[in-house]
């Protein structure tokens, strides 16, 4: 008898993909207690989404002393593009408010992520936004959450007031003063930077040539930061070294922009004569004034700043600072914006002539120019490919004609004829 061997087949269930999942978390001050608290969410979200079956733990995307109604929160921009990238499939948070207080940018925020298929999980309020009453929840509780983000706000607003009415200064990090029962006091080590830089600039140097010097000489900021042209610039212009004090001169626009406006009158203004040491005399302070007039006027640019096709595309590949259009004999280039304000020592990048932007602009549209140590530029294309171009630099000799030459010639003879 023959025996017949018949192949039998099972189909195998596929296996379920793991979810991608990722958590946030989000302080809006930098207090220790706070700080703490932030940590407490890291360690309990990671660990929950590491234990869950069928998660894949994404990591943990932390602002610290960020507030919500801000958009420009890095970790949490981060997470957003990681999820356009398709990495993600949930999110889990604290709160409606710790992932927004603004009502706009909470919707708007969980819509594109609802497009891009991606969950939130908002524990406190136990809402998942892909779920069919999702947004109607949030729509309310986010409204919620910006009244008392508002209300919070208001209230602070008032407690400032109330001090400047009383002839309290608000701000405590003032280089050179510690602020002590309600008045300034003097810290004599950084009064001596305060005088220097006074006595600095009546001597002829800039804001930028005053950065330089105090780097050289190893000295910081009252945040422990490099000094620099605005740094320099608040101190010389800043009337509580006299003694004096001008509060409100600056108000906050709401609290969902946080945005400094300078008061032009639409509050109250308070100025208290002697209100405490001061470090510079008045006289002093007056110089210094006058001096920045006299050189405003002098070096007052006649038309506002050039734009070009380049402006805000082109970046230093060393710091990554954003590089500035100069007129070099005659010629614009560009150069990285810390190189030319801070010199080689901060950022030794080549400036790149525009002529050599102007040739790739020609034949490829170019999302941003980002310029090498070497005679290299990436260039990133609006696809989002890069690549990279080689140019060369002419030496000055090289680009002369025999027209420029006798035009040279020419010129020189009419100078040295009017001496």
Known sequence: MERVVETVSFDIPEQPKALRVAAYARVSTGRDTMLHSLSAQVSYYSGMIQKHPG?????????????????GRPEFQ????????????LILTKSISRFARNTVTLLETVRELKSLGVDVYFEEQNIHTLSSEGELMMTILASYAQEESLSV???????????????I??????????????????????????RLIYNLYLGGLGYEGIAKELKSRGLKT???????????????????????LLLQSTYTENHITKKYR????????????????AIIPQETFDAVQAESQRRAEKFKRTERQHLTPFTGRVFCGNCGAGCRRKIH????IWICGISSSQGKAACAAKAVPESVLDEIECSRTVKKYVLCDSNEITVVLENGDSVTETWEYKLRSESWTDEKRKAQGERMKEIWKGK
């Open 55 to 71: 998660w894949l733990y994404c990591g943990v995307y932390v602002d610290e002393a960020l507030t919500g109604t801000k958009g």
């Open 78 to 89: 981060k997470m957003l593009d990681d999820c356009r990238n398709g990495k993600l499939d």
């Open 153 to 167: 706000s208001e209230n602070m607003k008032w407690k400032v007031r109330k001090n400047f009415e009383n002839g």
């Open 169 to 194: 200064p608000w701000n405590g990090t003032v280089l050179g003063y510690r602020i002590v029962d309600g008045r300034y006091e003097i810290v004599p080590e950084e009064a001596e930077i305060v």
């Open 222 to 244: 009252r945040n422990g930061h490099e000094w620099n042209h605005s740094s320099v610039l608040w101190i010389l212009h800043n009337r509580s070294y006299t003694g004096n």
């Open 262 to 277: 300078m008061n032009h009158g639409e509050y109250p203004m308070y100025r208290v004569e002697g209100a405490h040491d």
């Open 329 to 332: 004999h005659g010629k614009p």
